[in-house]
């Protein structure tokens, strides 16, 4: 039994989508990312999936990340596993390197903190001793003068 599940966001384009192109989007979580297979289920002809494929390019992009925020709850529970195992666990560093990833592409990602301590001790803030501009050879006009009537 084979179960298609939207995994489109509802609200981020505006695009209507055809039946055809609807199906290949369902078709590729349930092929896991096969777009060829993905294709042919839809009713594509062959050769037409690398056409379909860009013309659905930002639906892909957006079924991709919600793909990989479904797996992050799982990528947090690996990461808590492998803490909490007392067993060696086989290939445990590229587990540890995949659920990172995924959760850094989710925006999960590691905080750091700077602590900042400033006491100010007076509301004095010195500045650098002004120099006077000399200017040579400038031709000016004398606003100052009265005019007589």
Known sequence: MVVIMNLLPDKKTNR??????QSFLDNLVTTEGDFKKSAELAGYSG???Y?????????????????????APKAAF????????????????????AA????????IAKTERVQ???????????LPEKHSVVVEDAEYIDITTDKEE
């Open 51 to 71: 056409q379909v494929l860009k013309s659905l390019k930002e639906e892909v992009v957006d079924l991709a990340s919600d793909v990989l925020a479904r797996s």
């Open 100 to 107: 990172q990833t995924i959760l850094d592409r989710v925006g």
């Open 16 to 21: 209507n989508l055809t039946d055809k192109q």
């Open 116 to 126: 900042v301590d400033h006491n100010v001790q007076g509301g004095i803030f010195i």
């Open 47 to 49: 050769g037409n999936h």
């Open 78 to 97: 690996k990461l808590v596993e492998m803490i909490d195992s007392n067993k060696p666990i086989p290939q445990a560093s590229q587990k540890l390197n």
